[in-house]
């Protein structure tokens, strides 16, 4: 506190720089390392799916994705998961941002051979359930002992399951009727998508 003297005026300033809660705080940027996406052929240019895992980004919000050819915006969930389709080019760097973040930079991979998920012929049910209490149920076949990733396009829910010692696998996701599904390998990069439209 400082004081000054003029005649007949007491004036008094108070300086504080403890307390910064009122000041505005940047955007937390995206999780490189949740971001996965499918990948592209060489010397192509192809739509490819860009996935932000649970934790992706810092909650609900408009999340930005940028390449050499164009630009897209999706909407994240509470959980910080999100799911867009942008075209690009192999080994370009897409920057990502959570609503006015710096961005965080992904470079898009060159395609695997690991192949999609597929039906499983074996199992007495049916691949793609019809939702019940808002879940669906999603049975296929992938790698043996793999991860897949399931992605709600419409809502961006995810899940995620492994597969057994024959490449089986089964997982529940948020869900209503008619929503599109894609069910990918969880590899870098992400396998083609198995898509399926929710009954």
């Known amino acids: 506190m400082m004081r000054w003297k003029v005649p007949g005026v007491c004036l008094v300033m108070i300086l504080g720089c403890g307390d910064q809660g009122g000041i505005p705080q940047p955007d937390p940027i995206p999780m490189p390392s949740l971001i996965k996406s499918t990948g592209v052929a060489a010397n ?3 739509l490819i799916d860009v996935i932000g895992l649970p934790g992706a980004v810092a909650g609900p919000g408009e ?11 999706a909407t994240s969930t509470n959980g910080g998961s999100f799911v867009a389709s942008i075209k690009a080019r192999p080994d370009e760097k897409l920057e990502i941002r959570y609503k006015s973040s710096e961005p ?3 470079t898009v991979p060159l395609t695997g051979v690991t192949a999609a998920p597929k039906e499983d012929l074996f ?6 359930t019809t939702p019940v209490n808002g879940e669906t149920t999603v049975t296929g076949i992938a790698g043996v002992q793999a991860q897949v990733l399931g992605v709600n396009m419409q809502t961006a829910a995810t899940a995620t399951a492994q597969t057994d010692n024959t490449g089986r ?3 529940k996701i948020a869900a209503s009727v ?4 894609r069910t990918y390998q969880l590899d870098d990069p992400l396998s083609p998508p198995w898509i399926q ?3």
């Open 104 to 106: 965080a930079k992904i």
């Open 63 to 73: 999340v930005t994705i940028k390449g050499v050819l164009g630009q897209v915006r």
């Open 123 to 128: 199992h007495t049910g049916v691949p793609i």
């Open 44 to 46: 192509k240019e192809e």
């Open 169 to 171: 696998f089964s997982y």
């Open 197 to 199: 439209i929710v009954p």
């Open 178 to 181: 008619g929503d599109e599904i």
